[in-house]
């Protein structure tokens, strides 16, 4: 049965990100303080699309934020710090009404610096997901809460030695494993919903999928698509519809911020490489290659330059060269605010389990890496907005 818009007014969703005082997470956190304070108009990125118009959608006013992050100051501080924000709306952030629990750090995720001491260290998958399951907890009567959703927009990890395919849960209970699937696992368990925003093989283990329908919780992944991705999939799309032959794509990201270090290294770029090369496996170009390079001069601004070699009519060659520039975190936050407004009102109208039709706001979503740009977002109008 579905909500009426007076209980939907009348609740508080609930938002736990895992690397909560990043620049994502900050991004996250001063926008819907700034919406709250009616700093900024309230509108959002595909959800205030006009498909979306009759579809009752919470209100970012209503979500009440928290999370977990490897640093000990203060929400606020960092976003000031960051810089990547106006100064008027990183103010804005209450600190008070914002906790933050101490990330989970295995050896499979990057090295931690001077400034991360705010950090547990679990020894196994239950011992990581009995304290992000007391958290969530604390979270849900500190906040009077009843619904939660869980974003992993931590740094990305190492690969692991686990198979992933077909995978019983149980077989890892007392073994080490990277913290991604301990968040997933105890979101879960919670009754809390989950998004995976990076590109981790968290999603790949299919009892993960099993324990999420049983427990009525959703699931949506993998690896945000805030840019370039997009861009690139869409002018695919175009050019395949004019019968433009694509014979080489080469892209190149330039980041300056903690992410831009991290996947500048051959250890922990490899998933964030293959999703964003998989994205044009629709498409088939002879050469496809994507490169990224840390600018720490670049900061939140992240650079894209992409060379396009194509073939037209009667053996023509076409060049395509584009360049654009812009904050990764805004971009991040918005598509993230969409998320969590269209699992919400999924949870609304009993969806559980993984959810294929988000795909559209992923580079190499579940289950649709076969389709078209337009195809995820037919997809997506339908489970949602049609009447």
């Given at each position: 049965?579905?909500?009426s818009?007076?209980?939907?007014?009348?609740r508080?969703?609930?938002?736990m990100?895992?690397?909560?005082?990043?620049?994502?997470?900050?991004?996250l956190?001063?926008?819907?303080?700034?919406?709250?304070?009616g700093?900024?108009?309230?509108?959002?990125g595909?959800?205030s699309?006009?498909?979306?118009?009759?579809?009752?959608?919470?209100?970012?006013?209503?979500?009440?934020?928290?999370?977990?992050?490897?640093?000990?100051?203060?929400?606020s501080?960092?976003?000031?710090?960051?810089?990547?924000?106006?100064?008027?709306?990183?103010?804005?952030?209450?600190?008070?009404?914002?906790?933050?629990?101490?990330?989970?750090w295995?050896?499979?995720?990057?090295?931690?610096?001077?400034?991360?001491?705010?950090?547990?260290?679990?020894?196994?998958?239950?011992?990581?997901?009995?304290?992000?399951s007391?958290?969530?907890?604390?979270?849900?009567?500190?906040?009077?809460?009843?619904?939660?959703i869980?974003?992993?927009?931590?740094?990305?990890?190492?690969?692991?030695?686990?198979?992933?395919?077909?995978?019983?849960?149980?077989?890892?209970?007392?073994q080490?494993?990277?913290?991604?699937?301990?968040?997933?696992?105890?979101?879960?368990?919670?009754?809390?919903?989950?998004?995976?925003?990076?590109?981790?093989g968290?999603?790949?283990?299919?009892?993960l999928?099993?324990?999420?329908?049983?427990?009525?919780?959703?699931?949506?992944?993998?690896?945000?698509?805030?840019?370039?991705?997009?861009?690139?999939?869409?002018?695919?799309?175009?050019?395949?519809?004019?019968?433009?032959?694509?014979?080489?794509?080469?892209?190149?990201?330039?980041?300056?911020?903690?992410?831009?270090?991290?996947?500048?290294?051959?250890?922990?770029?490899?998933?964030?490489?293959?999703?964003?090369t998989?994205?044009?496996?629709?498409?088939?170009?002879?050469?496809?290659?994507?490169?990224?390079?840390?600018?720490?001069?670049?900061?939140d601004?992240?650079?894209?330059?992409?060379?396009?070699?194509?073939?037209?009519?009667?053996?023509?060659?076409?060049?395509?060269?584009?360049?654009?520039?812009?904050h990764?975190?805004?971009l991040?936050?918005?598509?993230?605010?969409?998320?969590?407004?269209?699992?919400?009102?999924?949870?609304?109208?009993?969806?559980?389990?993984?959810?294929?039709?988000?795909?559209?706001?992923?580079?190499?979503?579940f289950?649709?890496?076969d389709?078209?740009?337009?195809?995820?977002?037919?997809?997506?109008?339908?489970?949602?907005?049609s009447?």
């Amino acid at each position: 049965m579905e909500e009426s818009n007076e209980s939907l007014c009348a609740r508080k969703l609930g938002v736990m990100l895992v690397g909560a005082l990043g620049m994502n997470g900050t991004a996250l956190l001063g926008g819907i303080s700034a919406l709250k304070k009616g700093l900024v108009v309230e509108e959002y990125g595909t959800t205030s699309h006009s498909a979306f118009a009759e579809v009752p959608l919470i209100s970012a006013k209503l979500m009440e934020v928290g999370g977990w992050d490897y640093s000990s100051f203060s929400p606020s501080q960092k976003a000031r710090d960051y810089g990547h924000m106006p100064e008027v709306i990183a103010a804005s952030i209450n600190d008070d009404e914002i906790p933050v629990f101490p990330g989970l750090w295995t050896r499979f995720e990057y090295p931690l610096d001077d400034s991360q001491k705010f950090v547990r260290h679990p020894a196994t998958l239950a011992e990581g997901v009995k304290l992000v399951s007391d958290d969530i907890a604390a979270f849900r009567s500190r906040t009077g809460c009843d619904r939660i959703i869980v974003v992993f927009i931590g740094t990305p990890a190492r690969n692991s030695e686990m198979s992933t395919s077909d995978l019983l849960l149980a077989r890892y209970d007392k073994q080490l494993v990277p913290s991604g699937l301990m968040y997933a696992v105890a979101a879960v368990n919670s009754g809390a919903h989950f998004i995976d925003f990076t590109p981790s093989g968290t999603l790949e283990v299919s009892d993960l999928w099993r324990l999420a329908e049983s427990q009525g919780v959703q699931l949506a992944g993998r690896d945000g698509s805030t840019g370039q991705t997009m861009l690139k999939v869409t002018l695919a799309e175009m050019l395949s519809r004019r019968g433009i032959r694509i014979n080489a794509w080469y892209s190149t990201n330039l980041i300056g911020n903690h992410d831009g270090l991290v996947l500048s290294q051959a250890d922990y770029a490899g998933a964030k490489l293959a999703d964003k090369t998989d994205a044009l496996r629709t498409s088939h170009p002879e050469f496809h290659r994507v490169a990224i390079e840390y600018c720490p001069p670049w900061g939140d601004a992240k650079e894209a330059w992409d060379a396009v070699e194509c073939t037209t009519w009667l053996g023509t060659p076409l060049s395509i060269r584009i360049n654009w520039r812009g904050h990764d975190s805004q971009l991040a936050g918005l598509i993230i605010l969409d998320l969590m407004r269209l699992v919400d009102r999924g949870a609304s109208v009993g969806k559980r389990g993984f959810q294929p039709q988000l795909g559209f706001f992923f580079k190499r979503p579940f289950m649709r890496e076969d389709t078209t740009i337009s195809e995820r977002w037919m997809e997506l109008i339908a489970a949602y907005a049609s009447r």
